[in-house]
């Protein structure tokens, strides 16, 4: 589903209006950006995703009728509305073919801090909580494949919006985060992959793409959008 529609279904079972659940609703769904086929899901349908998607919005999102509603419950709402089933990280890796250039073994994210003190100053403080992000979905599944989830372009621009455009150093500096997030791809790959080169190695299954509609939900039905409309209309 679209997020608008994803929205509305929020609206419909938490009050408010559409427009308080929409952003949340379409940052699950900006992957599609990345690749224009059902697999974008795996890098933020799933259990571990909505927990992401906490980071970013918070515990809760008050909607117009002042009513504070749990992010997690919605990440869940969204994940219940594309897929038949709540999945976590790992069950989009099920069978999934492990590209022959992944690397056979990982830096510690102390290492990697230390790396990025010795190119842009600072202390290993400063860089540690991006390295250990990238290397936070090893919890996710077993072997190197969670790499997929943020070890390329697209993970690197999510770093950016996760911890800001720019990392600032005790000494007054400044570090572009796009900058030191690129750096720590590189290190661990060795070049920067786009997200498509690991989503090409998924193997699809059916409940990938099992989306209901709006009309399954009753979203279509004249009675909800005249709800809708009373509920907008200023």
Partial sequence: MHPY???RSSARIHGGVWQDYYSLHAWFDATK???CRFTHRALRHHIEGAA????HFGADIQNADHVDVDVMTLGLQHLEEDCPRIVHASD???GFAAPDWL???IPAPE???????????GE???YLPLHRWFLATAHWTPGLAHLAFRHHAFGIFEAESRFGPVFRLGNGKAVPT???AERHVQKVLGRVPPATEFLRHINGERWMLQATSPRRLGLDDPAASNAVLERTSP
Avoid: I, K, Q, Y
């Fill in 178 to 180: 796009r900058v030191v």
């Fill in 5 to 7: 529609d994803h929205a």
């Fill in 92 to 94: 989009w890796l099920v």
């Fill in 124 to 126: 290993v403080s400063d």
């Fill in 111 to 121: 290492n990697l801090a230390e790396t990025s003190v010795m190119r842009f100053g």
């Fill in 33 to 35: 950006a990345v690749l």
């Fill in 103 to 105: 690397p056979t073994s």
């Fill in 52 to 55: 992401e998607a906490m980071a």
